[in-house]
């Protein structure tokens, strides 16, 4: 039985197939359209999932990630309740819900059949929360556990408690909007100068850089915040109930002054913010998830939703010892809504059971979208008169780890893309750990982005406790640990006082590439089952070097989605500095390469099929 989950219309849309309950493929419409976010029907994931599935036009159901109808009876009631402020939003918004997200079940009819897919008769639509709550609870290793979803808004809930129990899982509390944790954590994204819905992780790094001298102001002024972590909004302060701004006059009058332009330099304040709020949003999770334990009594966490994703809330979760293990939903946004989708409907709807390992979860360490073979690989390099040469199967890692500790900057693109907001090791920049400039000239020559944002390190899953004060794995890099006491290295003076980037540039450890300027790392652990091959080339590293770790990031650069296809991989490569690129068993060598020229016809000249 097949049945397909989708999520769209929001952002990150993405597809799911199921075959008889296993997650067959899932993949996020940005990585084929190249438009980062990209919210509209996954046409392009959806015939993706089909064809690793096997071909064929026949699916047995759709799930759809959410209840459209009960999110437009929010938008109505929101604006009747503070009409006629709000009048401009509701304006903007009403014509999509006329034309489009309204009629949810003919516009899947429509757009199945312009992928080749015949809509079968059966259409669910589970709840966002339960949607999300299904992603964390049914891949996960636990047989029982609580379940904790937290986001900016679905229908009305914005966080959810809920428990699994073998095919079950219901949700037994919930907050509704407008007190959303998201939506807390998205003003200060808006005003600190990132941009909501994707600059949060921004907003994350940053933290450490800050003093918490905003916390208490928080707490004070914006929160009613109760002992079991659920609370109230001062919506004196917000403005995305009734107008086209995430925070109102009140809030600048509050924290000094207007939001900082986007791209402007930051400040002390932009620092101080960040960190003030963090510590807030982990103080929150901390008391969602003690009551969750208290109510639910399971020894296990399992969690999904945006705000999951913040990795440093996730590791000071880990170590509060509240639960005995939690596990994150490693797409725990809104694309993951189209897994959670999918398996809700499988277990809960139609009640078929549910086989767990107990040690390794259902997710296939995310590697869940498009491989492309040598042959393809090989196709699109003659194409291209790209000069390469083969690496036999034996010499793969250790050439590539040799070059890695010469200090090269290699692009990796092997086996299946990574479904989720986070590159692997199948589709990673990949460099040296031990190099003082490895994080500045990742930032600046490569990724093209913001120098305070640090590199999250590969380590074999065997050696992570060797490095990092982690004692289980963490595959999906939604951990973030300390690095290990003895290979810190101290730092001298007030660095508030430095120039940022001289601030990022002093060396924190051993590792200096990896670690923040509060001595943590976020920690992606590598295991010889759920990725062989990227598990010998970190051996093979260290062997080389000693050191069992690599730095491991997104293979794009600012702006732009992961690579999907060997032509996104080669047109990334020949962008950046980058020094090497791996397609497969195929190594380039940037000065090997003719003269880029950029072409605007050039992604459909070499797209492959």
Known sequence: M????????????????????????????????????????????????????????????????????????????????????????????????????????????????????????????????????????????????????VDGVG???????????????????????????????????????????????????????????????????????????????????????????????????????????????????????????????????????????????????????????????????LRAGIFDDLWIQPAAGDAGGAVGAALSIWHNELQNPRSVDGRRDRMRGSYLGPEFSPDQIREFLDARKCRYRELDADDWAPTIAKLVADDSVVGLFHGRMEFGPRALGNRSIIGDPRSPEMQSVLNLKIKFRESFRPFAPSCREERASDYFELDRPSPYMLIVAPVAEDRRLPVQGDERDLDMQEWVNRPRSDLPAITHVDYSARIQTVSPESNPRYHALLEAFEKETGCAVLINTSFNVRGEPIVCTPADAYRCFMRTRMDYLVLGPFLLAKSEQEAWQESTDWRNEFQLD
């Open 2 to 149: 097949r049945i397909l989950g989708i999520s769209c219309y929001y952002h990150d849309a993405a597809a799911c197939l199921l075959e008889d309950g296993e997650i067959v493929a899932a993949a996020q419409e940005e990585r084929f359209t190249r438009k980062k976010h990209d919210q509209d029907f996954p046409q392009n994931a959806v015939r993706y999932c089909i064809a690793e599935a096997g071909g064929g036009s026949e699916i047995d159901a759709v799930a759809f990630y959410d209840k459209p109808i009960l999110k437009f009876h929010r938008i109505l009631e929101t604006y009747l309740s503070t009409a006629p402020r709000g009048l401009n939003q509701y304006m903007r918004a009403l014509p999509v819900w006329l034309d489009e997200k309204l009629w949810m079940e003919p516009r899947i009819e429509e757009s199945l059949e312009k992928c080749g897919v015949a809509c079968p008769d059966d259409v669910y639509f589970p709840e966002h929360h339960e949607s999300h709550a299904a992603s964390a609870f049914y891949p996960s290793p636990f047989d029982e556990a609580a379940v904790l979803t």
């Open 155 to 317: 229908e009305w809930a914005t966080s959810t408690i809920g428990v699994g129990e073998g095919p079950k899982l219901s949700l037994v509390r919930e907050l509704d909007f407008p007190h959303s944790l998201g939506l807390l954590y998205s003003a200060f994204t808006y005003y600190t100068g990132f941009k909501v819905n994707s600059g949060e992780y921004k907003l994350m790094g940053l933290a450490p850089y800050g003093e918490p001298r905003y916390a208490q102001v928080i707490r004070d002024e914006l929160l009613d915040l109760k002992a079991d972590g659920s609370f109230r909004l001062n919506m004196d302060y917000f403005g995305y109930l009734d107008g086209l701004h995430m925070t109102s006059e009140g809030f600048e009058k509050l924290f000094d002054g207007p939001a900082r332009p986007p791209e402007s330099p930051i400040t002390h304040r932009e620092m101080d913010l960040a960190k003030s709020v963090q510590v807030v949003t982990e103080e929150i999770v901390l008391r969602m998830a003690r009551h969750a334990r208290e109510i639910t009594g399971k020894p296990y966490l399992c969690m999904a939703g945006g705000v999951a994703l913040n990795c440093v809330a996730n590791g000071e979760l």
